[in-house]
């Protein structure tokens, strides 16, 4: 079984967990209705990707 020579010191550990975190997700502009949305995603208000109507919101409803 192994087992750690020395002790890990708190600076080590730490730059260690330096990328370990959690990041907001980057949002964009819808440009139709001006909401914001996730960026490559068609719009959940609008239904709309690249100025085409992809989901109709009218008929789901």
């Known amino acids: 079984m192994a087992v750690p020579k020395k002790k890990t010191s708190k600076s080590r550990k730490n730059m260690r967990r330096a990328h370990d975190f959690l990041t907001t997700p980057s949002l964009s502009v819808c440009p139709q209705c001006k909401a914001a949305k996730l960026p490559h995603r068609a719009c959940p208000t609008c239904g709309t ?3 085409q109507e992809v ?7």
């Not at 989901?55 to 409803?61: P, R």
């Open 49 to 51: 990707y690249k100025g």
């Open 55 to 61: 989901i109709n919101l009218s008929k789901a409803e």
